[in-house]
């Protein structure tokens, strides 16, 4: 049996998932609960939702859609649309067999992944998938099914022959959790400019002040589907954009939702995600920024040879050549912390402005070094002086407003016209001491306080960083944001003794 009823738009908000609204009496007649998983039947689209039941907000004979939903259906008020019961996945027996210390197979996997793709099994039963990553685990075959039924699953790009190279396709993704988000920005046109194909695509921010993605929407368009980031590929040999809008590997990002819910995340769980996305995109030599310590997704030293090897064993299956670049993290990437503040610490470097952040110039340069190497650009021990005269003779800065503009950007912006929160508070040292350490944790702290990632202007600035020699009276930080409010809510945030670790 299924309805048939008149569409209708609900003004509330639906949140990650495709939800619709049913009256009470509606739901009765065809025995339909609350969470129940079903099928809505447009003349041209079939959509998978999860059932929500009301008295008032849609009359017997109505389906409600949430607003924030309706943009991406080809949904119209007052017209009919199927509802359906979905019949009970076979999915749920493959991760109940999962939980029971059972083996799965390619095809049980595949099964898995292309109904957590099309929303077919509930968030409950995605979150028991979730614990089998921790126990029992996956071993080496189960890990590669889950890469291959990602991928499978949504849209696979393919740059082989793009400007004469062959199937040489690069790029570099760190695991994150590291405030600062400048090496990307500033290593994509490093390696295009040597003629590389480099393809790269970012992430808004989830535990970090702001996401790579956050901080290049400052100065060009970062919104594209795979034709658009294939042309602008096709044009420039790279791009920087935002992956959310493509459909690669989308069971990833429903899982990451799940798992973002539980605040937990196993190795084994990023690194499949992380290889079915570069799969996805067409890499074929991938470098692999590994930060650790005590503050970062890699927190004691000796799982990094595990975490290295896992990698390096994951991609060589699936045919990417993979490089660890593996560093010990004390603190943020760079000294400008939040979307404005990162892009400006970008364009200065690009700018070879003598207020740039050399530590953030370094960090890049070294990376970058070793992925010309890596993809035989370069020969051994000369990547990273090639990376820096790249930068010094503008070579880099060139190729960076190329892709902006073949991206969309409409003029070149420079680190002077970045606009700051025009509420400001600096921060003084009470003590004296070299800075050996900033806690990461904090910063996020207080660069939210201060309304990041959403308030672009908001954020922190570091007059004094890792390595910096201070004085008691000292202007250690600078606070920027929007509001006064959020000044004071970062000032009662801060605590000198939890952010810094000071030597004397």
């Not at 970012?202 to 956050?214: E, F």
């Not at 769980?269 to 470098?287: D, N, W």
């Not at 660069?447 to 250690?476: C, H, M, Q, W």
């Amino acid at each position: 049996m299924a309805l048939y009823l008149k569409v209708k738009k609900i003004d509330l908000q639906a949140g990650d998932y495709l939800k619709i609204l049913l009256n009470k009496l509606d739901a009765e007649n065809e025995s339909l609960v609350a969470g129940d998983k079903v099928w809505v039947s447009t003349y041209d689209h079939e959509y998978s939702c999860t059932v929500n039941i009301t008295d008032t907000k849609v009359e017997e004979g109505e389906v409600g859609f949430y607003s924030d939903i309706w943009d991406g259906t080809d949904l119209t008020a007052g017209s009919y649309v199927r509802v359906e019961l979905m019949s009970k996945s076979r999915s749920v027996g493959y991760i109940a067999k999962k939980l029971q210390g059972e083996r799965l197979n390619e095809e049980e996997m595949s099964e898995i992944m292309k109904d957590i793709s099309q929303h077919k099994i509930r968030s409950a039963e995605m979150a028991y998938f979730m614990a089998t990553m921790f126990s029992p685990g996956f071993n080496d075959e189960e890990a590669l099914y889950a890469v291959k039924g990602m991928v499978a699953a949504g849209e696979v790009l393919d740059f082989k022959n793009v400007k004469k190279n062959g199937s040489l396709v690069v790029d570099k993704h760190s695991i994150g959790g590291i405030a600062g988000k400048g090496i990307t920005p500033l290593l994509v046109p490093i390696i295009a400019s040597f003629g590389l194909i480099i393809p790269n695509t970012s992430t808004r921010a989830i535990t970090s002040p702001a996401g790579t993605t956050d901080i290049l929407e400052v100065i060009m368009p970062v919104n594209f589907n795979g034709d658009e980031i294939q042309e602008i590929v096709a044009q420039t040999g790279g791009v920087l954009a935002w992956g959310g809008n493509l459909n690669i590997a989308p069971a990833d990002d429903i899982l990451i939702r799940v798992e973002k819910g539980l605040h937990v995340q196993s190795y084994q769980k990023f690194i499949i995600s992380i290889v079915a996305k570069k799969l996805a995109m067409g890499i074929s030599h991938i470098l692999i920024d590994l930060p650790y310590g005590k503050e970062t997704k890699i927190s004691e030293p000796e799982d990094i040879e595990l975490v290295s090897e896992s990698f390096i064993k994951l991609f060589n299956k699936v045919g990417i050549k993979c490089h660890v670049y593996t560093r010990n993290v004390i603190g943020p990437d760079s000294r400008g912390i939040g979307p404005n503040l990162e892009i400006r610490d970008v364009l200065k470097i690009l700018e070879n402005d003598e207020g740039k952040s050399v530590e953030l110039e370094d960090a890049v340069v070294t990376m970058a070094g070793d992925l010309l190497e890596f993809a035989g650009k370069a020969k051994k021990g000369m990547g990273e002086g090639m990376a820096r005269d790249c930068l010094d003779s503008g070579k880099a800065e060139k190729k960076f407003w190329e892709i902006a503009f073949a991206q969309g950007c409409k003029e070149k912006i420079f680190s002077k016209d970045i606009k700051l929160g025009e509420k400001k508070f600096e921060v003084f040292s009470t003590k004296d001491g070299i800075i050996e350490s900033i806690s990461n944790k904090e910063v996020v702290k207080i660069s939210r306080a201060l309304g990041t990632p959403g308030i672009k202007e908001a954020g922190i600035y570091f007059n004094k960083f890792l390595g910096d020699e201070v004085k008691k009276g000292d202007v250690l930080m600078t606070f920027y944001s929007t509001a006064e409010q959020r000044i004071k809510n970062a000032q009662e945030t801060y605590d000198e003794n939890k952010l810094f670790t000071y030597s004397s």
